[in-house]
């Protein structure tokens, strides 16, 4: 039987400097801190960035570094070790900060994996157009949550409920792909909202009108 | 092969006259709207609730009705349809908004099912402290996603991180409840929340101590 979470990889980086932090978590807020709490219960240390010095005892706690400053600032990414981490989280709810950052880390750092919060549609556009790859809306995961214990609560299985949200995210995700597509041609990018809405329309009809 | 979505319950509430929505959405921020939408790809109506005007033409266009004003306002509540509606999706971002809200559909009108976004922990407290039971955090399960793919990028299988994660989640959760028995109490407050640290330390070293 496998050790469930990770037996001998419990200290996972053993051949790193411990000094040397394999994850930047920049921006130390609700989102950053999450991030950062299960990476310790997983005894992964991090290395926080944030503009604000309120959370300085959680990560002290857990033998992590913290610098404060704007993480849009070269020598702030210098001195946190980007340039021997592997993974830059970056979860600065700022959209403008948020952007600069990630377009330094395009820039300076290309080697670093990004994985970025955003406040929105537009938010994350301005991510992908940075390079970044990972990109998550920042309440979204919790709202399709909420969608699918409302349509449970409304009388749907719990099993039909979470297709149905699936399903949903699959259509809405390849939605802003397309639209990202032809974010600057505004009749374009009307059109294709216009097609994907009448889209997910047909999709689920054509669920309904399936029959035993 | 039972229709995936619900077949003859495409119009789950047929009895019900169609001028009386069954749920009302109050907010249509980025978090009210996906909830709306899901509903609207299940073709379930809404009664929307928004302080702005912004969001008219989506509304609109499934049919659906819109109010706007502050929804903590009881004529306006009334107007939506509170009386006859069986669930309150409450998304207003806007802490004291959210929480004047919950008290007055909790004092006006107690069978309402009430689904709340709370911004962080302690709008949470005051929605439990208005009697809501369905409370979810609004950046919370985007940032755990994030969570279980950094661990799977750092090598963990994706089982493991989301095992991991849930696991997480659970503690947290019940940390959460634990919080808010001793809330206004500060010394139990803190000992609560360092005790919680603690188990959930224990809790992971356990696991990782497991052997094959």
Do not use: C, W
Not at 46 to 53: E, P, V, Y
Not at 124 to 139: D, M, N, P, S, W
Request: proline share 1%; no cysteine; glycine share 6%.
């Amino acid at each position: 039987m496998q050790s469930r979470f990770g037996g001998e990889h419990a200290r996972p980086f053993d051949g790193i400097d411990e000094s040397e932090n394999r994850v930047i978590v920049a921006g130390f807020g609700r989102f950053g801190q999450i991030v950062a709490r299960v990476l310790s219960a997983r005894r992964i240390k991090f290395t926080a960035l944030d503009s604000s010095q309120t959370h300085v005892d959680f990560v002290r706690k857990f033998g992590n570094k913290v610098y404060y400053g704007d993480a849009s600032r070269l020598d702030l990414l210098r001195a946190a070790g980007a340039e021997t981490a592997a993974i830059f989280v970056l979860a600065i709810d700022d959209v403008d900060a948020s952007v600069r950052t990630a377009e330094l880390v395009r820039d300076q750092f290309p080697g670093l994996k990004v994985f970025a919060r955003a406040r929105n549609r537009q938010h994350a556009f301005a991510l992908k157009e940075a390079g970044v790859r990972y990109i998550i809306r920042e309440t979204y995961v919790s709202s399709l949550e909420m969608a699918s214990t409302v349509l449970e609560s409304l009388g749907d299985s719990s099993a039909n409920a979470r297709a149905l949200v699936r399903k949903f995210r699959q259509h809405d995700e390849a939605t802003l792909e397309a639209q990202y597509a032809v974010k600057d041609d505004e009749t374009k990018f009307l059109a294709t909202s216009r097609e994907a809405a009448s889209q997910l329309e047909q999709l689920f009809a054509a669920d309904e009108a399936k029959t035993d």
